[in-house]
């Protein structure tokens, strides 16, 4: 296959950037997109042109590293996968692929198609996680969670945190993530304890960062792990009901 | 995780609630309710049109004087029509406040724009287009009551009366331009229910898998109904059907 890839260059965060057109020729159907840019850094390396950088890791859809608008979609094309699992077979010889990296003021590009998510960080610092006694770990099954409840909670867990429902959503919204990571704790019963200091504390660190949903629904179809919206209207009841529960767990201290 | 203990004083629960996005969003969802419920009760008031006159007195005329004179005598002559008035207009400047504030959050929230161009697979033209759909029907509003309950010139037709309502509402829509301002707004408001009325559902988190289908349904009803129903009237006299 040959293909011509118009990918975005930015030598850094303050850097005015633009697309550069490359020419790649000789790329196999088999090839994930990664790899395609992989042969294409070795060339410029070897070229002693300035390579592309992106952001990669496990290469299996799990990690959540990888992340680019390919053709005006987070992770391209293919809908429910990764920009790592997309393979060139997708595309047809002699297209012309535009590579851009994830846009919100919540992830500053560092270079090309590099963002940084801290802002993701942030969020779970909030409140995504329990608060346990550390020490032996406790016996299995020593609380019990109905089967249905594990499903639900695992599809918020499938989370990766890619940052593709930022980078899809019109308004630059990171309500997925933040729903996601809220109910995969706020359904389960270890989540209980903290859930509406967690939802208040997590969706406001979020709007420091993103802006608000609109509910277009971009986000669930640009998901790599097909996250659903639900998530998002349990998130906003949860916050209701927190910002009425949190005062009164306040108690005098209002 | 400390937060709601150490907290400083907070704001009253209302304006903290309305300071957050999810909150303006849950405010934007109950003040559509609210609108798409006077819009519903405003349409089949003006399906009157097509009822017969009663002792020689347009029913339309003696719908908007029972209007008037809503739940009299127990309340005094036009106190609950303004209540209702006061509480319409509280709840569309709410939602204007909401959705031009959400606007500049999400604006800030991606200062430099995609420079290629976007592959929209889930957003609808309807929910892409709320802002536009919105504004425009907006100032819509401004002309509809200069039209019709102000009687304001040159907005109104010249033979405006107060209390006619009928007879206005026919001179009214006798303007073609007028009627085809009218459609036009109203199916863009019909465009905007179409996202509106299903998005709410979301900002309120009523969510089930037992009605989630049922809520784009709801919508399209919802829409079709109101632009039938409001354009219908208009129509009938614009094609001298309503004389």
């Known amino acids: 296959m040959n293909i011509t890839l118009q990918v975005w260059k930015q030598e850094g965060p303050d850097r005015a950037g633009r697309f550069a057109t490359y020419q790649v020729d000789d790329i196999e159907p088999e090839m994930s997109f990664l790899e395609m840019l992989d042969i294409l850094n070795e060339r410029l390396v070897s070229q002693g042109d300035d390579p592309i950088s992106f952001d990669h890791d496990c290469r299996e859809g799990i990690c959540g590293t990888c992340g680019v608008m390919i053709d005006g979609q ?14 060139m077979r997708k595309f047809r010889d002699g297209d012309t692929i535009t590579v851009e990296p994830w846009r919100a003021a919540g992830f500053p590009i560092v270079r090309d198609l590099v963002v940084d998510r801290t802002s993701f960080d942030r969020i779970i610092e909030a409140g995504g996680y329990i608060t346990v006694d550390t020490g032996a770990a406790p016996d299995a099954n020593l609380i ?6 594990a499903e639900t909670a695992f599809d918020a867990a499938a989370c990766i945190g890619c940052g593709a429902c930022v980078a899809a959503c019109p308004n630059g919204a990171a309500n997925l993530f933040t729903a996601a990571k809220i109910n995969h704790l706020n359904l389960l019963p270890q989540g209980q304890a903290e859930r ?8 406001e660190v979020m709007e420091e960062y993103f802006g608000s949903c609109t509910n277009h629904g971009e986000c669930e179809k640009a998901c790599p792990k097909e996250i659903s919206i639900d998530f998002i209207a349990w998130m906003n009841r949860d916050y209701v009901k927190a910002k009425v529960k949190n005062r009164r767990l306040m108690g005098q201290k209002a | 995780m400390t937060t709601t203990s150490q907290r400083p004083k907070k704001a009253p629960f209302p304006v903290e609630f309305y300071r957050s996005a999810v909150g303006k969003k849950w405010v934007m969802a109950v003040t559509g309710v609210i609108i798409i419920g006077f819009a519903i009760a405003h349409m089949l008031g003006n399906l009157k049109m097509f009822l017969p006159d009663v ?9 908007a004087e029972a209007l008037r004179s809503l739940f009299s005598p127990i309340v005094p002559e036009h106190v609950m029509l303004w209540l209702l008035r006061v509480g319409l207009i509280v709840a569309f400047l709410l939602h204007v406040h909401a959705a031009y504030a959400l606007t500049i959050m999400n604006r800030r929230a991606r200062q430099t724009d995609y420079q290629a161009p976007r592959n929209y697979v889930a957003a609808t033209y309807a929910s892409r287009t709320m802002r536009w759909s919105g504004v425009i029907f907006f100032a819509f509003l401004a002309f509809h009551l200069a ?16 209390g006619r309502v009928y007879a206005n509402f026919v001179a009214g829509f006798q303007r073609p331009l007028v009627t085809a301002f009218y459609v036009i707004a109203v199916s863009l ?17 009523v969510n089930h898998p037992k009605f989630n289908a049922a809520r784009r349904v709801a919508a399209t009803i919802i829409s079709g109904v109101i632009v039938i129903g409001f354009i219908a009237p208009p129509l009938a006299v614009a094609f001298g059907y309503l004389k």
């Open chain 2, 189 to 205: 408001l019909g465009i905007h229910l179409y996202h509106g009325a299903w998005s709410m559902f979301q900002s309120m988190g």
């Open chain 1, 74 to 87: 987070a992770h391209g094309p293919q809908l429910g996968t990764a920009t790592c699992q997309l393979h």
């Open chain 2, 55 to 63: 002792n020689g007195i347009p029913d339309m005329d003696i719908y």
């Open chain 1, 144 to 149: 019990p969670v109905p089967k249905d409840v």
């Open chain 1, 196 to 203: 509406w200091a967690r939802t208040e504390a997590m969706v």
């Open chain 2, 147 to 162: 039209d019709f309950t102000l009687g304001i010139q040159p907005a109104a037709p010249e033979t405006w009366e107060h």
